[in-house]
């Protein structure tokens, strides 16, 4: 497998030397994806701060603020949901993409793809629709959560 070879502190009297596979591209174009969906979510909160009157600064809506407000909480909550995961799941494709980058980039669409799900299910203003293939991320996450753990024992094995 070709590899990659980045120096990095080079005029240090140390330096670190990290080699990464070439297949360590679909890992940053899969972690450049999420970063479309993510604007995606971005756009559709702002769009219905409008159509339902939510101003700003207000995160969640009461019903004094919008006689939709839980429309609106359930479209700001998809997107929420998802940027607490956001770290979590760049964490797990950098790190484990370096031992296995094909695999992480496979679960890694799978998360985007059910995250996509997630939020619009949520958008529909019932809870429950974020369900049905929205429920997948977790399982992409757990994958990747086992490979980042596989790499980890590899290396304290090697």
Not at 4 to 33: D, F, H, S, W
Not at 86 to 95: A, C, K, R
Not at 98 to 127: E, M, Q
Request: net charge positive; proline share 5%.
């Amino acid at each position: 497998m070709p590899v990659l070879k980045l120096t990095i502190g080079e005029k240090m009297a140390g330096r670190v030397e990290l080699l990464l596979p070439k297949e360590y591209g679909y890992v940053i174009l899969t972690i450049a994806a999420y970063c479309f969906l993510n604007a995606y979510m971005q756009i559709q909160v702002g769009k219905a701060r409008k159509k339902y009157g939510v101003p700003y600064p207000i995160m969640y809506a009461a019903e004094a603020d919008s006689k939709d407000y839980k429309i609106y909480n359930c479209v700001q909550r998809g997107h929420q949901n998802s940027l607490e995961a956001l770290p979590i799941f760049f964490v797990l494709m950098v790190l484990g993409g370096i031992k296995r980058p094909l695999i992480c980039s496979a679960l890694g669409i799978v998360y985007i793809v059910s995250r996509y799900f997630y939020f619009s299910g949520y958008s529909s203003g019932d809870p429950k629709g974020r369900l049905p293939i929205g429920k997948y991320n977790n399982l992409a996450m757990l994958g990747l959560l086992i490979v980042n753990m596989w790499f980890g024992v590899s290396l304290l094995m090697a």
